[in-house]
T-cell receptor, first 116, second 115 residues
C-alpha cells in the first residue's frame, strides 16, 4: 500500500515555457502533499506544502508565482513551473502523507526537469 | 532554522562489516526521525523511522536516537555491495494541529561497500 505516482519521470523544455508535474496517491487519500527539489549532489529541499482544497504553503525563498501548486482532490497535486529557466533544472520529488503515523511519508519517483 | 548535519563522505566499508552513519539536528522540537536510502538519479526510499530514545532494529538495520544529544545514527550490519548508496537523514516536527509537516533533510552520506 501507500503508493505515490509521479509523472512525467523526465521532461526537457525550452526556456520560457511552463511545465506541469503530477503527483498522485494511488491507494490512499492524501490531505497533504509535499514538493521537494534536489540539485545535483545536494539534499532534498522542501519547496511547499500542498493542502487539499486550500492554498499551498511555500518555504522561504520559493516563489509562489513561479511554482504554482494545485491540490484539487485528495489524490492529486500538481506543480507547474512557469516561465522555466535553465536554473530551474533540477530533480523535483513529491511526497504524500498517508496518515500512517510517523511512518507515513511516501515519495514519488521524481521528475528530472531540464530547461534548455 | 531547522538544520540536519551529516558527514558527506564517502564512507568506505568492507563487505560484511558494520557501516555506521551519523546525523545531528538543531531543532529540539523535532519529533520524528527518518533514514532514507537514495541511489543516483532515483527518489529516496525509506529504510527506517524512529521517534523514541534508544535503539530500533529492523533486519540488518539499527537506528539509534539520543534526543538529549540531538543525535541519530544508522548501523548497517553485514554490509553488502548493494548497500552502496547515499543515506539521507531527515527530521520533522508534526504541526501543533496534528497536521503533517514536511521533512528537513541532511545532505546525505555517500556509502561505498567494498567487495
Amino acid at each position: 500500500g501507500a503508493v505515490v505516482s509521479q509523472h512525467p519521470s523526465w521532461v526537457i523544455c525550452k526556456s520560457g515555457t511552463s511545465v506541469k508535474i503530477e503527483c498522485r496517491s494511488l491507494d490512499f487519500q492524501a490531505t497533504t502533499m509535499f514538493w521537494y527539489r534536489q540539485f545535483p549532489k545536494q539534499s532534498l529541499m522542501l519547496m511547499a506544502t500542498s493542502n487539499e482544497g486550500s492554498k499551498a504553503t511555500y518555504e522561504q525563498g520559493v516563489e509562489k508565482d513561479k511554482f504554482l501548486i494545485n491540490h484539487a482532490s485528495l489524490t492529486l497535486s500538481t506543480l507547474t513551473v512557469t516561465s522555466a529557466h535553465p536554473e530551474d533544472s533540477s530533480f523535483y520529488i513529491c511526497s504524500a502523507d498517508s496518515g500512517q503515523g510517523n511512518s507515513g511519508y511516501t515519495f514519488g519517483s521524481g521528475t528530472r526537469l531540464t530547461v534548455v | 532554522q531547522k538544520e540536519v548535519e551529516q558527514n558527506s563522505g564517502p564512507l568506505s566499508v568492507p563487505e560484511g562489516a558494520i557501516a555506521s552513519l551519523n546525523c545531528t539536528y538543531s531543532d529540539r522540537g523535532s519529533q520524528s526521525f527518518f533514514w532514507y536510502r537514495q541511489y543516483s538519479g532515483k527518489s529516496p526510499e525509506l529504510i527506517m523511522f524512529i521517534y523514541s530514545n534508544g535503539d530500533k532494529e529492523d533486519g540488518r538495520f539499527t537506528a539509534q536516537l539520543n534526543k538529549a544529544s540531538q543525535y541519530v545514527s544508522l548501523l548497517i550490519r553485514d554490509s553488502q555491495p548493494s548497500d552502496s548508496a547515499t543515506y539521507l537523514c531527515a527530521v520533522n516536527m508534526r504541526g501543533s494541529g496534528g497536521g503533517a509537516d514536511g521533512l528537513t533533510f541532511g545532505k546525505g552520506t555517500h556509502l561505498i561497500i567494498q567487495p
